[in-house]
């Protein structure tokens, strides 16, 4: 049997996900963001600091870190 449970301890009830019981471990939380890796690549191009990368993408820093060292 399906139940509902929200996404987070609180019990907020703006975003329910159903869930099998006792899976409540198993519920991510957050945003999954994409990204442009050649996007990155080319801000990086144009001088821009992995800050101010991840400002104009929405994305974190370290994100933009990761990409570059690959």
């Known amino acids: 049997m399906l139940s509902i449970?929200?996404?987070c301890f609180s019990g907020c009830s703006k975003c329910p996900r159903p869930s099998a019981p006792g899976a409540?471990?198993?519920v991510?939380?957050?945003?999954?963001?994409s990204f442009d890796r050649g996007k990155i690549s080319q801000l990086r191009s144009q001088e821009m600091?992995?800050?101010?990368i991840a400002r104009q993408?929405?994305?974190v820093?370290?994100?933009?870190?990761?990409v570059l060292d690959n």
């Open 49 to 52: 600091g992995a800050t101010a």
């Open 24 to 26: 409540l471990k198993a």
């Open 61 to 66: 820093p370290s994100t933009v870190y990761k």
């Open 5 to 7: 449970t929200t996404c």
């Open 28 to 33: 991510r939380f957050g945003l999954i963001r």
């Open 57 to 59: 993408l929405k994305i």
